[in-house]
T-cell receptor, first 116, second 113 residues
Framework: DTEVTQTPKHLVMGMTNKKSLKCEQH?????MYWYKQKAKKPPELMFV???????INESVPSRFSPECPNSSLLNLHLHALQPEDSALYLC???????????????FGPGTRLTVT | KNQVEQSPQSLIILEGKNCTLQ??????????LRWYKQDTGRGPVSLTI?????NTKSNGRYTATLDADTKQSSLHITASQLSDSASYIC????????????FGTGTRLTVIP
């Protein structure tokens, strides 16, 4: 199984709502990522979890709150978002990089988020 | 500054024709380079991955080349199909201990019948 799944596929939420994005993989990967991608732009890294611990937070606003409840699941909790947060949110997973070895990130299909 | 630049930004070709996409990078130290295909509104899907010692790698109708000396890579698509219409993103991995990936801005390919 080389698939990363994300739910929901589409989400429309108001600025006062609380919602969550979910990501799941069963490849035994111990690194998981959240990216934000605006139209016609490359993905921008938001968070990295390594062995279920947050290892990188790219100065993301606190209205985005990641959670990694176990090695297969990654959540992104959303609260009080702004319209400019509307984007495609991508989840990815990979082996944990050790030494000079290379690894590949497998991406999920993304959640299209619209904030109204 | 670590950067990845791709050209052209967009490209339109007739079905059945070949095309070549370019990627130049300044990422150092270099670990590996990947080409991803991304359909609109979908996640990127890996096409090829190359390390420093590899200069050509094929995946079906896709052939990637890497010149580590000039820090250039190309993705050649032969006998294009309508389903090849997508964005193609070049991603370079930094060869340090961090999980640093540098994304190009992509080339938007449109194949027309």
């Amino acid at each position: 199984d080389t698939e990363v799944t994300q739910t929901p596929k589409h989400l429309v939420m108001g600025m006062t709502n609380k919602k969550s994005l979910k990501c799941e993989q069963h490849m035994g990967h111990r690194a998981m990522y959240w990216y934000k991608q605006k139209a016609k732009k490359p993905p921008e890294l938001m968070f990295v979890y390594s062995y279920e611990k947050l290892s990188i937070n790219e100065s993301v606003p606190s209205r985005f709150s990641p959670e990694c409840p176990n090695s297969s699941l990654l959540n992104l909790h959303l609260h009080a978002l702004q319209p400019e947060d509307s984007a495609l949110y991508l989840c990815a997973s990979s082996q944990v990089k050790e030494g000079a070895g290379h690894y590949e990130q497998y991406f999920g299909p993304g959640t299209r988020l619209t904030v109204t | 500054k670590n950067q990845v630049e791709q050209s052209p930004q967009s490209l339109i070709i007739l079905e059945g024709k070949n095309c070549t996409l370019q990627c130049n990078y300044t990422v150092s130290p270099f670990s590996n380079l990947r080409w991803y295909k991304q359909d609109t509104g979908r996640g990127p899907v890996s096409l090829t991955i190359m390390t420093f010692s590899e200069n050509t790698k094929s995946n079906g109708r896709y052939t990637a080349t890497l010149d580590a000396d000039t820090k250039q890579s190309s993705l050649h698509i032969t006998a294009s199909q309508l389903s090849d219409s997508a964005s193609y993103i070049c991603v370079v991995s930094e060869g340090t201990g961090a999980n640093n990936l540098f994304f190009g801005t992509g080339t938007r390919l449109t194949v027309i019948p």
